[in-house]
């Protein structure tokens, strides 16, 4: 019950217009016309400036976020990747049980590192489980959230909020999906779930594949594990980056 999330890196003050990682990497990476539209539409509300001038505006706010987001993102992975290494060093059945709101995979740095954390955690034989903490959660944005702009900027800014808050999830889910964890979400009762996740699986493989034939291009590619027995419940990993 005492536990809190901070973000490492983080945002200081107030900006103008308010934008975050997922919005920051639309603008930014993707070039995408909506989200810089009506981030400069909101900017326009805030600074009642100028279209040019929010523009700049937006920009600048977007850089900021991108800059922070992508940090955030690769301190908490390689923090994640170290305890994995520390915890392979140890006797016994290791499982380690995340706990977190999730966070984005967004950048091909960060794809690759979580790549590297289900490749450490299969070879030192760290099962890897969590627990999504924000427990039932809703997507509409609410009094706490500001907003500022147009009906369009404000109905943009609750899409890519609601489609940031479902992408939190995967990076929770590929970990447990990967490592023969499991991934407890979508419920209020944390205690439970921790109960849960401290069964350790009955079984547990380690399936070893060539990649003689594999381009090695840094390429992503699917796996799927099947068994030939009825009334088994089986965890594996979804895919792996081939060597580049």
Not at 9 to 29: K, L, V
Not at 41 to 56: D, H, K, S, V, Y
Request: aromatic share 6%.
């Amino acid at each position: 019950m005492n536990l809190k999330v901070q973000n490492t890196y983080r945002q200081m003050g107030r900006s103008c217009p308010i934008i975050e990682y997922y919005e920051a990497d639309h603008i930014e990476n993707k070039r995408d016309l909506m989200a810089i539209d009506t981030a400069i539409e909101a900017a326009m509300a805030c600074c009642e400036c100028a279209r040019e001038t929010a523009r700049t505006y937006v920009e600048d706010a977007a850089r900021c976020a991108l800059q922070i987001g992508d940090q955030d993102i690769r301190t908490t992975l390689s923090s994640l990747g170290n305890v994995v290494r520390q915890m392979g060093a140890m006797s016994g059945q290791r499982t380690l049980i995340l706990v977190s709101p999730g966070f984005l995979t967004l950048s091909p740095e960060a794809i690759a590192l979580k790549s590297v954390i289900l490749d450490m955690a299969a070879e030192l034989n760290v099962t890897i489980s969590a627990v999504d903490a924000r427990g039932l959660y809703t997507t509409i944005l609410d009094a706490s959230t500001e907003t500022a702009g147009t009906l369009r900027s404000t109905q943009a800014k609750a899409q890519y909020r609601g489609e940031s808050m479902s992408l939190n999830e995967d990076i929770m889910a590929e970990l447990a999906d990967g490592t023969g964890g499991r991934y407890f979400h979508n419920s209020n009762d944390l205690q439970g779930g921790l109960q849960t996740l401290t069964e350790v699986p009955e079984y547990v493989y380690l399936l070893e594949l060539s990649l003689q034939n594999i381009k090695q291009d840094g390429a992503y590619h699917l796996l799927k594990v099947k068994v030939d027995q009825d009334g088994l419940k089986l965890q594996a990993r979804r895919g792996y980056f081939a060597p580049k």
